[in-house]
């Protein structure tokens, strides 16, 4: 049996890794691909998206455009100093032939969710709108729903795009406030444990050099961003914050995890912190009262994923 996963997505040259990865598993069927703004603007993602599909030879999977902005604050703007000015690296990957269906990504994920109930994964690794607003249209989202496993926030560390926030949460935490406090199981996979996940030189030069079409994209790609990493990090190698949300479904027991109901800044400067109530809940101050909890994770076995993330790309 496959494991039925939309992921929603802006691609990004980390999300490009954690796509690959989720075509070539054999226990995963991705039922389509939506897209959001984030790493780039939506044009951009959605056309990157479509993209990456043809050059997976999968161009049969559907993807559906999504929001263009966060759902109460303007667009912080692309992130072209770590993915480039097209998404993927600064080189532009070939106009895709294909096109984006009617539906928005909101409704995909209702009307994939309400055929197959119960059974379905969510897979975000960009900014939560498209979640967000699924929910806001379709209440009973949440009871159709298997799991969400995101790609966002941080518990116990700094963030990436502020002192206190991570990227993804940080381009629209009302979003993920609204996300984290739904009726649903989800599971954080964080910068708690994406940081300690490095793709180091060598595995790049194995994803590389396999010659196929998706190793020549990857290898601009993961070039550009080893210079953003490299620079602002001080490691030798790119950190894997998307792909850790494939092997997370894949086998959850490379990480251990906490449960914690968790709330996200959205007035202060530390607007886009993920907030986990790290007290006894019937300590839990009003704005935790009631909360679901969330999975969060926490540690990782670095090592393991890694080879799973080679393992799928190389094979």
Known sequence: MTRPIIIDTDPGIDDAVAIFMALASP????????TVYGNAKIEVTTSNALALLEIAGRSDIPVARGASRPIASDYLGPADFVHGEHGLGQRK????????????????????????????????????TNLATALQR???????????????????????????????????????????????????????????IIMDHACMGRV????????????????????????VAGIEGIFMHDPATIAYVLNPELFTTVASPVRVETESFSRGKTWPLLRPTDMAPEA????????????????????????????
């Open 27 to 34: 226990d995963l069927e991705v039922l389509g691909l939506t």
């Open 93 to 128: 990957v070939a106009d895709p032939k294909t096109s984006p269906i009617k539906d928005d990504a909101a409704e995909f994920i209702y009307t994939s969710a309400l055929a197959s109930p119960g059974k379905v994964t969510l897979v975000p690794i960009g900014p939560l």
């Open 138 to 196: 379709h209440p009973d989202l949440p009871e159709l729903i298997d799991e969400v496993v995101i790609m966002g926030g941080n518990a116990l560390v700094p963030g990436n795009a502020t002192p206190t926030a991570e990227a993804n949460i940080n381009n629209d935490p009302e979003a993920a406030d609204l996300v984290f406090g739904a009726d649903w199981a989800v599971t954080m996979v964080g910068l708690d444990v994406t940081h300690d």
């Open 208 to 231: 590389t050099g396999t010659g196929t079409a998706q190793a020549q994209l990857l290898d601009g790609a993961l070039s550009f961003y080893r210079e953003f990493v490299e620079q």
């Open 288 to 315: 935790w009262q009631g909360r679901p909890n969330i999975n969060i994770c926490t540690e990782v076995n670095a090592v393991e994923v890694m080879n799973l993330i080679e393992e799928l790309l190389v094979g």
